[in-house]
Each structure stands twice: as structure tokens, then as C-alpha cells.
């Protein structure tokens, strides 16, 4: 039980993080993994850390990280995905296997242009917000579907 909602909060937002960043991308790869029609997130928590979370429509492929503080901001070319990731796969046997690497992953290269473009839009807007009033994003609406609310502290 323990082992699936740690699964499960690998795949999805918590309730105190927003998303910053989503993107729907027909292949994303990294080193380790190549996942096909994927929604990419980058989610951001009071405390201004961010995750990236990719996840297969299918389910069967989930790939989170804890991003590194200095990732969008440091001065480079790309960005900096250095920082301790997860990887999730579904076996042909219906088994989740679970891998860890340390030391993350060196890239992550999108197959469709459209796709390069807009995370590098996002990439610019998450860190020209570094440092300043968290994004005007939208909380998450209550259990009872009220209305949703813009962070006006900006």
C-alpha cells in the first residue's frame, strides 16, 4: 500500500504546489527513457521549489524530479536537470518497477519543435519569476467546486 502512494504522489501535484508549467508532447527523452504522448508539468510550492513531473497517457511511465533551485535561473544554454529523479515503468506483468538515480539525468530533448518552443517559453517565464512574488497562478479549487482564485501578490 505504502509502495503505491508513493507511486501515486510521484504522478500528480500535491496539494500545496501549483502548476507553473504543462505541456501535452507527443515524445520526451532523456538518457534513460523515451515516453510517447506524454503530459509534462512543472509544478512550483510555497516556498518557490519546483518539481517536473512527465507522465504517459497511459499511466505506465511516470518520471518525476525535484528540480534543482538553480535550474532555470543559472547561466547556461539549458537547463540543469542534475537533481534526484524517479522513474516509474509498468512491466508487461502489470508490475510497477521503480528506479532511482542520484544524480538525475543530463538532458531532455523534446521530438516535436512546437514542443522545444514552448518549454523554453516556460522555462523564460519561471525564471524571470525567480526571486519575485510567486506567479499569478490559480490555487486549486475546493472540494465543493468553488470558484478559483488568482494570486494577486504580484
Known sequence: MRRELFIQSLSS??????V???LQVAQVQTEVVLIQNAELLITRDREGKQRLIIVSENKCTILNQALPDDCFTAVRKS????APTWLVQMK?????????YPKGFRMLRFHDNNATRMF????????????KANLPIRNRPDESGGQIELDRSV
Request: glycine letters at 8%; proline letters at 6%; hydrophobic letters at 25%.
Open 92 to 100: 508487461s506483468d502489470g508490475n510497477q518497477q521503480v528506479f532511482h
Open 79 to 82: 537547463p540543469s536537470f542534475s
Open 13 to 18: 501535484p500535491r496539494r500545496d504546489e501549483i
Open 120 to 131: 523554453q517559453l516556460g522555462r523564460e517565464a519561471l525564471s524571470q519569476s525567480e526571486g
Open 20 to 22: 507553473a508549467l504543462r
